[in-house]
């Protein structure tokens, strides 16, 4: 990574603000024996250069009006409202020094994992790791393969291979970085026995209602005529006239 810085001579915070009203970014360099910098550094190359991957764990090669730096990224400030970055500071990469850095955990070969193909769930428990690094051997990234990685694999610092005089600023214990757990499945609850057996009575009813109406209606329909015949009857008999003789 290249950027080009230029010195600035601002002196108060309406300098400042002109300088960023121009598209610039002020910043300082800052580490080694050399006295700090102010500089300024044009915002759309510095954010071309914060949209790469790990922009605050690489070493970037910064020319200040035609003299090349090493450097890392230390501190970026952003704006409140915008979210636009307004100051980044610059740490002097000096060698035979030592610096400590939170690098990105990488996760390669998922398409092996025999525990992700039977649905398995990649718990990520740490995306970076703070390390102590020589500042002549800085990693871009930690490895973790996934091949052959099946269903209860844990991962842990110890598996990772960290470059030579690398070390986790982490001492005394082997910490887990990520794990390869079973699938979640949700159970819907099973129906109660006599919810079950009520509804398939119920339906059984309603089965059996159409024929059973159909007996009930005939039957009342049968006993109806026979009401209707003993009624004639009878009223033919009050009709008939006396026959006594005389």
């Known amino acids: 990574m290249n950027l080009e810085a230029n010195i600035r001579n601002t002196k108060t915070k309406g300098d400042l603000k002109i300088l960023r009203s121009k598209g610039e970014v002020p910043g300082v360099v ?100 703070e390390l102590k690094c020589p500042t002549e051997n800085i990693p871009n990234e930690l490895i973790v393969d996934l091949n052959d990685a099946d269903i209860g694999t844990s991962f842990k610092i110890s598996s990772i291979k960290l470059p030579e005089n690398v070390f986790p600023t982490i001492k005394g214990r082997d910490f887990v970085v990520a794990t390869l757990a079973a699938p979640t499945v949700i159970k819907e609850p099973e129906k109660p026995a006599d919810v079950v057996e009520g509804a398939e009575g119920a339906e059984e009813g309603a089965e059996a209602s159409p024929g059973e109406g159909k007996e009930a209606d005939a039957k009342a329909g049968t006993q109806g005529d026979k009401g209707d015949k003993k009624e004639d009857s009878k009223k033919g008999d009050e009709k008939k006239p006396s026959t006594e003789k005389k």
């Open 30 to 129: 800052y580490g080694g024996k050399d006295q700090n910098q102010k500089v300024f550094f044009s915002k759309k190359k510095l954010k071309t250069l914060m949209e790469k991957e790990n922009f605050l764990s690489n070493i970037i090669n910064l020319k200040i009006e035609g003299k090349d730096q090493n450097v890392l990224p230390r501190e970026i400030i952003f704006d409140t409202l915008t979210d636009e970055p307004i100051h980044v500071d610059f740490l002097r990469i000096i060698k035979g020094g030592t610096v400590i850095l939170e690098i990105p955990v990488k996760f390669t070969n998922s398409e092996n994992s025999p525990g992700l193909k039977r649905g398995g769930v990649l718990n990520i428990v740490r995306r970076k790791v």
